[in-house]
Nanobody, 122 residues
Framework: QVQLVESGGGLVQAGGSLRLSCVAS????????IAWYRQAPGNQRELVAS???????FQIDSVKGRFTISRDNLRKAGYLQMNSLKPEDTAVYYC????????????????WGQGTQVTVSS
């Protein structure tokens, strides 16, 4: 059974940094795009950044220059380095990975992590 386990959230003051990690476990035959989403109270879940297996990165404008997404294909892991954090970055952050699991002939599908809380105080 595939699991995505996230870690690294917490409480930080404005201007601080956090590094989120997302590690996939189970019988996995390949990880395609890894993405980070966030959801603040009362808001819809939004895409923050994504990275393809080939390393192509997408980021929303509000995090450009502050957040860096990366991945380690051998560890089946994704990371989100968050610097210069602002109170408006406060949200639950979710990792999503599109991957092929359980058997090589299965079609890839999306898996979600459980979410990790990031709170930025002013």
């Amino acid at each position: 059974q595939v699991q995505l386990v996230e870690s690294g959230g917490g409480l930080v003051q404005a201007g601080g940094s956090l590094r989120l990690s997302c590690v996939a476990s189970g019988t996995i035959f390949g990880v395609n795009t890894i993405a980070w989403y966030r959801q603040a109270p009362g808001n819809q879940r939004e895409l923050v950044a994504s990275i393809t297996a080939g390393g192509t990165v997408f980021q929303i404008d509000s995090v450009k220059g502050r957040f860096t997404i990366s991945r380690d294909n051998l560890r089946k892991a994704g990371y989100l380095q968050m610097n210069s954090l602002k109170p408006e970055d406060t949200a639950v952050y979710y990792c999503k990975a599109n991957l092929r699991a359980d058997a090589w002939y299965n079609s890839p599908r999306d898996y979600w992590g459980q979410g990790t809380q990031v709170t930025v105080s002013s």
